[in-house]
């Protein structure tokens, strides 16, 4: 990470930043430049530079925030109509702890309003370009994020990963994408979408970059019970594990050591592959990048494995039983009363909710609200919610079982490179297809690294999925660079 | 037919914490301005997450104990969703799958046992008032810690309806988890009314009356729905399933939303919140701290205070500990003197704010066991002992400087008496004890104690003047 000293000053960095921020306009990345405030807080870090004062590990760094993430540097809109004209009074604890390191935030980036989305079209703002062809889509939900790094713009930002949201981007794009075990940065205010499955992460152009970013993000979080001990930079077996909504995972969680003193060498690694993706529904070219890949692990001296991963296929349904149920859940709070769009229309209480949500939700929103309540009303809660949240159980367990075999699994992010502009979006089906292979990990709680794996014959990257045990956050990102 | 009623109870119980249930703020918003005692998390700001008050959970295992109820080592919080202003969040975090507090019981004075089927920790809703064309929005009450307590229908009475309601709050006040203040909705009750024929296993179709919050209103309410619905059975109708409202003025119920409109509230498990896990050794800790319950009451002061008045003590939880303090032996007349007040003053709550030390209460009950006080005196003392003027100079003081100690020593009296039989207006009386005229002793009785300034002690007074007259 370039950080400012005294010949590279932070406003310089800053305003390199603002001005390709800028010349890149047309890509829509974001939905707020800062501008005026980036380049004070600059000038501040010079100042300490200048007077011989410790400044922290990202100073003067420049980076953009998901604009799901609350702080009260521009408006917080989540790309929503409905959080128009929202500024918030408080600030998310991980943009706290980058900022406490001298990192500057440069602007918000554009995503799929409240993150529903794989390809950040459902953004009230309109779409993200992809960086490598502008006639596709950017992936979602993360889509502005992904193409800041991909064209340089800055050399990290923040992205929320439900059930692909940050590493399906980052595959589109041929960058770094991190989703974290659940429970490692803490969600404290972050917009949530669904918070038994919500991961905060980072975009980045190297591993390195993200070790750094996740030492300093990592860890326990008083304003978010949920959040597990911060065994990234410190091993503590004897912590419990974080208060996860799934006792299946809590107990996992708890369970779960931390691997990252008995990192082994490489040629020591067992690298699971999983058959049933190694199919016909994955493009030909995304294969073979898998293959090749494998191939270069089994000539450094890792032994391949193929794992049977049968009740993955329950995966994806279930994402959508248990996903919903939790979007429909946590936006009943979006409802014209205190802050955000009101609609001016409304006549009396009824009709006031009624029209600020139907006219502050993008389609997809109230799609999910529609499923979430259908899945959770009375008389379906066991057929739907109950069933996904066992099956969800199945797949803690299968994940348990694939791990005793194998340190990491190596798996495409998703079926296809960056589809184009358009093409989805009258297609729901399609759109959620998307995430088949990512969900899984938000489900299990597991973490997973997109790593940039070549490109397509017609120039679009290609990315693989690197996933690991919960926990092993390290020494995933760690191995990572074996597959450079 | 002769019907038989059935009474199920909900309780809603505000408890005192410091701070709100799931947010930092001050709980206690009574005289605050609106709004003031709300965090970003009771406002439900995007991206909020809900912490849970250690306390709370604390307060909920005493008030458990308190209803000697099992408590669970395993609980749990769901959402429970609606659209409505008083609810930020657009649903209420409570416990629907895993409460923390399981099945006990509650005895009414009378000896009746209420089971309870079990009760939850639950965040209230804000408050709205309505104007002709707005509505006025105050989150300070929002995720005030509640416990929602679920009695069996055990109840068949607006009589027990209303005792138990009673003996709930007691046991609620004595258990030190809520202010108690009914009038200011501290604990709220709906109360679920059935009727089916004598005799009958099954129960009949019920209608519930909600937010009742007085005891009165609840006896009253029952009253009015066991004849309400007696006469629709008795008319061949059927009772609608229903939620009613109660009128305290007109002492009526009227219905206010049908089953068919019956809300589906969607729950769901709160994924922002760890299950609670107790330990035993936590809930036995806890449970220890409970404070002596209005049942240790009765059996320590059996036989000593009337029951008559023990119950009317013992709505004032203060008190009962004021004389848990003092030795039993003082025990009658204190609390004798304490029924007197509150039975015939009319703010008699009010003295019970701020009571006098035990210490002036004993020296009181001292000074009165010694006759050094006539009964009279004694109560004015006592009555001086709440005074803000008097208070803190000790009864002995007090008694002193109103002049009321009574003179018991018996050479001072003997002078005393000796004095007034000199004197020549007391001749004549004196003569006609002698010949027999009884009542006149009254009138010599009288001399003396008007010669004393009303110090001597009149019986002692009348033995000597019998003595001397002999």
């Known amino acids: 990470m370039k950080t400012a000293n005294k010949k590279v000053t932070a406003e310089r960095l800053v305003r390199d930043a603002l001005e390709k921020a800028k010349h890149f306009s047309d890509y829509n990345i974001f939905t707020f430049i800062n501008e005026e405030g980036a380049i004070l807080r600059a000038r501040e870090i010079d100042a300490k530079i200048a007077n011989g004062e410790k400044v ?72 993200t370009l992809n960086a490598f062809d502008r006639k596709r889509v950017a992936g979602g939900s993360s889509g502005g994020s992904a193409v800041a790094v991909a064209l340089d713009i800055v050399e990290f930002t923040t992205g929320t990963d439900t059930g692909g949201s940050i590493r399906q981007p980052a595959s589109f794009n041929g960058i770094y994408g991190f989703k974290p075990t659940y429970g490692t940065i803490s969600r404290y205010g972050v917009v949530a979408m ?32 949920t959040t597990l001990p911060d065994y990234y930079n410190s091993i503590d077996r004897d912590s419990l594990g974080a208060a996860c909504p799934s006792d299946t995972l809590r107990a996992a969680l708890a369970k779960s050591s931390c691997s990252a003193e008995h990192i082994a060498p490489s040629e020591s690694h067992r690298i699971g592959i999983i058959k049933d993706f190694d199919n016909e529904s994955v493009d030909k070219e995304i294969r073979d990048a898998l293959l090749k890949k494998c191939e270069m692990l089994k000539e450094k001296g890792c032994e391949i494995v193929e794992l049977e991963m049968l009740s993955l296929k329950y995966a994806l349904p279930a994402y959508y039983i248990i996903q919903p149920a939790e979007v429909a859940s946590n936006l009943s709070r979006y409802d014209g009363v205190r802050y955000g769009f009101r609609s001016e229309k ?95 990990l938000n489900l299990a709680g597991i973490p997973g690294l997109t790593i940039p794996a070549g490109k397509t014959t017609e120039g679009l990257p290609i990315g693989l999925q690197l996933v690991g045990p919960r926990r092993s956050d390290k020494n995933l990102i760690k191995f990572s660079k074996e597959l450079i | 037919m002769k019907y038989t009623p059935t009474i199920g109870i909900e309780c809603h119980v505000q408890l005192c914490t410091k701070t709100k249930l799931f947010s930092e703020v001050d709980n206690d918003a009574r005289r605050k301005e609106p709004n003031s005692c709300v965090s970003p998390v009771d406002y439900a700001l995007p991206g909020m997450l809900p912490r849970l008050n250690g306390e709370a959970v ?185 939620t009613r409202g109660w009128n305290d003025a007109t002492g009526k119920t009227t219905g206010q939303r049908s089953k068919e409109e019956a ?132 009864a002995k003081t007090i008694a002193k400087e109103l002049g009321l100690i009574q003179e018991n020593d018996l050479g001072a009296l003997e002078a005393i008496v000796d004095a007034v039989l000199a004197k020549p207006e007391t001749k004549k009386a004196q003569e006609d004890f002698k010949a027999g005229q009884e009542k006149v002793i009254g009138f010599l009785v009288g001399q003396v104690m008007k010669e004393s300034r009303g110090k001597a002690n009149p019986s002692a007074v009348q033995e000597i003047l019998r003595k001397k007259l002999a």
């Open chain 2, 58 to 242: 604390r307060f909920a295992i005493r008030a458990g104990r308190a209803m000697n109820c099992e408590i669970n080592a395993y609980s749990r919080f769901d959402r429970k969703h609606y659209f409505y202003p008083d609810s930020p969040k657009g649903y209420q975090i409570t416990q629907f799958y895993h409460p923390i507090i399981g099945a006990g019981y509650v005895e009414l004075p009378s000896g009746t046992k209420i089971r309870i089927e079990h009760a939850h920790l639950e965040g209230d809703a804000g408050k709205l008032t309505h104007f002709s064309d707005y509505s006025l929005v105050d989150l300070n009450r929002v995720d005030t810690p509640l416990i929602e307590i679920v009695s069996m229908p055990d109840i068949h009475s607006a009589k027990d309806a209303h005792d138990y309601c009673k003996e709930l709050w007691r046991l609620m006040c004595f258990a030190e988890v809520t202010y108690g203040d009914l009038y200011n909705g501290n604990m709220r009750f709906d109360v679920n009314v059935s009727l089916a024929p004598e005799g009958s296993d099954k129960l009949g179709t019920r209608a519930e009356v909600k937010n009742l919050n007085s005891f009165k209103s609840v006896e009253r309410a029952v009253e009015y729905e066991i004849s309400r619905q007696k006469k629709i059975l008795e008319a061949g109708e059927k009772v609608i399933q229903e």
């Open chain 1, 56 to 127: 922290g590990r990202l100073a003067g760094v420049p980076y953009a925030l998901k604009d799901n993430f609350l702080s009260p540097d521009g408006e917080t809109t989540a790309s929503a109509h409905i959080l128009g004209g929202f500024t918030s009074p408080v600030t998310a604890t991980a943009v706290e702890k980058l900022e406490a390191e001298g990192a500057i935030m440069i602007g918000r980036t554009n995503l799929d309003a409240f993150a529903h989305g794989s390809s950040t079209e459902n953004s009230y703002y309109g779409p």
């Open chain 1, 194 to 225: 669904a918070s038994s499955l919500d991961c905060i992460g980072f975009f980045t152009k190297t591993p390195e970059d993200m070790d750094l970013l996740m030492e300093i993000t990592a860890g326990r979080d008083p304003k978010d019970l």
């Open chain 2, 263 to 394: 809300k589906d509230y969607r729950y769901m498990p709160e994924p922002d919140l760890p299950p609670i896990n107790l330990s035993e050794e936590f809930i036995e800790t806890e449970s220890k701290k409970l404070p002596l319950m209005p049942k240790d009451y009765r059996e320590k002061f059996a036989g000593i205070i009337p029951n008559d008045i023990l119950e009317i003590l013992l709505d004032y939880h203060e008190l009962m500990k004021k004389l848990n303090e003092i030795d039993n032996k003082y025990v009658k007349i204190i609390s004798n003197l304490f029924a007197s007040v509150l039975l015939a003053e009319e703010k008699s709550a009010e003295y019970l704010n701020d009571l006098p030390s035990a210490k002036d209460l004993i020296e009181l009950a001292e000074m009165n066991e010694k006759k050094e006080l006539s009964s009279t005196a004694t109560k004015e003392v006592f009555l001086r002992l709440f005074d803000p003027q008097m208070k803190g100079r000790g």
């Open chain 1, 346 to 440: 409304s006549a009396d209480l009824d009709s006031l909710y009624n029209n600020t949500r139907n006219e502050g939700f993008m389609p997809e929103n109230k799609r999910r609200i529609m499923i979430g309540n259908f899945v959770l009303s009375s008389g379906f809660y066991d057929a739907y919610f109950l069933k996904a949240a066992k099956a969800r159980t199945l797949i803690i367990r299968e994940y348990e079982k694939a791990f005793s075999k194998c340190d990491f699994i190596l798996t495409p992010v998703s079926p296809s490179p960056a589809f184009r502009l358009g093409e989805k979006v009258n297609d729901p089906v399609a759109m959620y297809l998307e995430d088949v292979m990512s969900v899984s």
